[in-house]
């Protein structure tokens, strides 16, 4: 198995199993605790407890939510540990002190591992896994700041930092772009990194019934014979929302049926409903800023454009909607430049920032929509590759092996 790029072979191997026996005492530090990051964390903890082991975790209250409270209270009743580290995503003095309240609880719990998830939490962690020498520290990057950006003074610094703290513990990235970024730009040893993909709760998002799908219009006012096309995600640069919103641009003015729907959260909102008007389909357009169970927006929904300029991998959106068997738009970006070839039947790819390629992409998807879509693979697609069971299965089986050697499981 080979990633691709020079010098990026790969050892694909099981691990072997350890000597230990029984229950394994694991800590999670994260920052943030929000949105995919979170749901990640969510879903590993809750496998890590089924399976009958001791989860402690450090968190940050800085830039999290009501779930992650609820996380922070189930984890106390499994009999855990918590720690508010009281950090964000920045450099900051107060970092000083997270680190010594990390190193207080690595010391006063002693775990059998430390798993980090996302660039705060992975510097903290692997500095106090240094400190003691821990010889089971795990780092989750999800997406590296560097990706698909120029190299400014940022982010060679950034880049640089996450150079020298991959040299200590194994990385566990969850795509073959961020294995080969971490290879290729910061050097890491293949011998310290794993390549495992994010898995997605099939058993929770299915496809929506009709009465399912009647039902979730009704809630966002949607009408019965509209086609619904969606994007989720923060407003922000990374996931590019201009694209989305100009690409759709004429499709909705030859098409008065069609919505397009945005499950989004930031800054830009106002200046996102202004640019549609601008394109003249601003009555064609709603912004949901949140909903209590996503399930119903998936419901809502003819069809998914995931516009990103980078990821760490698929993201939880494309997955979710993969697993409710819907169709989707997507930008071969870093993190899911291997899409094309993983043999879903009806996703339509394009090149990231490109609005022309977007439009003729959704204009394809808009056709076979009109058709009613038959045979899809996808739902059976994550069932078969992406379940918890197989992607959290194989954290587990990490954690619990004597050794740890790089190892790809490709989607394509």
């Known amino acids: 198995m080979k990633l691709q790029g ?99 609880l690595v010391r006063r719990v002693r775990p059998d591992v430390i798993h980090a998830h996302s660039s705060k939490a992975g510097a903290l962690a692997r500095g106090v896994a240094k400190l003691f020498r821990h010889p089971r520290c795990f780092y989750t990057p999800h997406a590296y700041y560097g990706m698909a950006k120029p190299p400014w003074f940022r982010v060679r610094f950034f880049n640089q930092i996450e150079r020298i703290l991959g040299q200590w513990g194994h990385t566990i990235a969850i795509s073959q772009d ?20 994010n898995p997605v709760d099939t058993a929770r998002f299915k496809p929506a019934t009709a009465e399912e799908k009647r039902a979730a219009r009704a809630r966002f006012g949607i009408p019965a014979d509209a086609i619904v096309l969606a994007t989720i995600g923060r407003m922000c640069w990374q996931k590019d929302p201009e694209t989305a919103y100009q690409a759709v641009a004429p499709l909705c003015a030859e098409n008065p049926r069609l919505m397009f729907l945005h499950l989004g959260w930031g800054k830009w909102k106002s200046y996102l409903l202004g640019l549609a008007a601008r394109l003249g389909y601003g009555s064609q357009v709603r912004i949901l800023d949140y909903v209590d169970d996503p399930r119903s927006f998936y419901h809502a929904v003819d069809g998914v454009l995931v516009s990103s300029r980078y990821e760490a991998g698929w993201p939880l959106v494309f997955l979710e909607a993969m697993a409710c068997n819907l169709p989707v738009i997507a930008s071969t970006c870093p993190g899911m430049s291997d899409l094309g070839r993983a043999g879903l039947s009806h996703v339509w790819t394009y090149p990231p920032e490109n609005v022309a390629a977007c439009t003729a992409q959704t204009r394809h998807w808009l056709e076979a929509v009109t058709r009613e879509l038959t045979d899809s693979n996808h739902r059976r697609f994550a069932i078969e590759r992406l379940s918890p069971e197989r992607c959290y299965g194989a954290v587990y089986d990490l954690y619990r092996s004597s050794s740890v050697r790089t190892r790809v499981t490709p989607l394509s």
């Open 178 to 197: 961020e294995a080969n970024f971490a290879l290729r730009t910061l050097r890491i040893p293949r011998e310290r990194l794993v390549v495992i993909h």
């Open 6 to 104: 020079a010098a990026t072979e790969q050892v694909a191997v099981a691990p072997r199993p350890s000597n230990r026996a029984g229950p394994l005492k694991v800590l999670i530090v994260v920052e943030p605790g929000l949105d995919g990051v979170f749901r990640h964390v969510e879903g590993l903890v809750q496998y890590f407890l089924q399976k009958g082991n001791r989860v402690h975790l450090a968190y940050s209250s800085c830039r999290s939510g009501a779930a992650m409270q609820q996380l922070v209270e189930r984890v106390r009743r499994a009999g855990g540990e918590v720690r508010d580290l009281r950090v964000s995503n920045i450099p900051q003095p107060g970092d000083v002190l997270a680190f010594l309240r990390l190193a207080a």
